[in-house]
Structures are given as structure tokens and as C-alpha cells.
């Protein structure tokens, strides 16, 4: 007798919420303030190598730059994040904006790394994308300026690399502006990045 009416009950709850979802305001997409954090600090000068030459902070003034840390020989977090940031510029790309970005990926992990398997390994993802490393001191110089981390135990029996895996938008005149999360939606991520870029 109890269940017919907890069956009876739940029936109506449900039909109510039917009635009721249908007026309910839908839920807003993110804001740039929940998809991207906003930050503003300049980059101190430091140095890298890509297998076009010279990185530096130079190279990055009069675009805007997507920038990640991480390492070739990572197993999931960053050719996931890779696969997602290839994804990202072709949202991107279908938007209105006058200049496009340039994608940076930044290997924590120079003694495996060399520029020409760094770039080989990040076109694999798009052909935009650039590959930069260097020594240990620059990358820390370069992580310290846009408040990432990374770490690097080269034990023989234990090599292991831990890096951030926030991504980092820097403005034209290699300022951070903002820090944001590959893993989210895409297509919304990529709005409100077009009105920083724009």
C-alpha cells in the first residue's frame, strides 16, 4: 500500500517538474571572469630555443600568444590538452578576429627535448603550433613570470617530470592576461577568448 503511494507521489513530482522546467530560465554560459582567470603581470626577460631560432620575450610582442608548459614524453595530460588546444584554434579560427593567436608549448624537460623533436612532436597536433625549450634557469625565469611551476626529478630510476597545466593567454606586449583551462567547452572558451583578442 506504501509503494503505490510513494509510486503515486513520485509520479506527480515528476510531472510538476515537467510542468515547471520547461519556464525555467536556461542556465547562462560561463562568463570570461569563470573561464578565464584574469591576471596582469609582464614577462621578465629570459631566453629559449625553438627550431626557428632565438624565443624570447621579443618574439612574443605584436600578437597575442595561447602558451602551455608540459613535455614530449608526458603519457595523457598533455597530448590530451594538445589535442584540445588544435581543437580550440579551429573554433577560433571560425570567429571574426583580425589577428589570430600563436599557440606556445613549453617543455619543462630539455635534457629529452630537443627543439627538432619538439617541434616534430607539437606540429603532429597542428602545423602552427611552436615548440620552445631551453636551459632549466630560463624555464624557471619564464615560469616564475607567469605564475606556472614545474618541477623535474632526472633520476636515472626515476625520471618524472610534474608541470601546471593551466593555459596562458599573453597580450601583444608579453603581458599575462589571463589563465583558463583547456578542459571545458570549447566553443564557449573560444567566445570569450575573441573578446580579449579582439
Given amino acids: 500500500m506504501h509503494n503505490k503511494y510513494a509510486l503515486l507521489l513520485t509520479l506527480l513530482v515528476g510531472c510538476g517538474l515537467g510542468v515547471l522546467l520547461p519556464i525555467t ?12 582567470q584574469k591576471a596582469e603581470r609582464p614577462l621578465a626577460p629570459f631566453e629559449l630555443q ?19 608548459f608540459g613535455f614530449t614524453h608526458c603519457p595523457d595530460i598533455c597530448p590530451t590538452a594538445l589535442s584540445h588546444l588544435a581543437a580550440l584554434e579551429t573554433q577560433l579560427t571560425a570567429l571574426s578576429i583580425p ?26 597536433f597542428s602545423p ?19 605564475g606556472a611551476q614545474f618541477q623535474v626529478n632526472n633520476a636515472s630510476d626515476n625520471y618524472q617530470v610534474a608541470h601546471s597545466t593551466m593555459l596562458l593567454l599573453l597580450d601583444p606586449s608579453a603581458t599575462l592576461r589571463g589563465r ?18 579582439n
Fill in 25 to 36: 530560465q536556461p542556465v547562462q554560459p560561463g562568463t570570461a571572469q569563470a573561464m578565464i
Fill in 180 to 197: 583558463f583551462n583547456i578542459n571545458q567547452d570549447l566553443s564557449e572558451l573560444a567566445v570569450q577568448l575573441s573578446h580579449f583578442l
Fill in 50 to 68: 625553438s627550431a626557428y631560432g632565438q624565443f624570447d620575450q621579443r618574439v612574443l610582442q605584436g600578437q597575442w600568444t595561447i602558451m602551455m
Fill in 128 to 146: 602552427s603550433f611552436i615548440g620552445v625549450t631551453g636551459h632549466p634557469g630560463q624555464l624557471k625565469l619564464l615560469a616564475r613570470s607567469t
Fill in 99 to 124: 589577428q589570430q593567436p600563436r599557440y606556445v608549448f613549453v617543455s619543462v624537460d630539455p635534457q629529452r627535448d630537443t627543439v627538432t623533436a619538439l617541434d616534430t612532436y607539437v606540429r603532429h
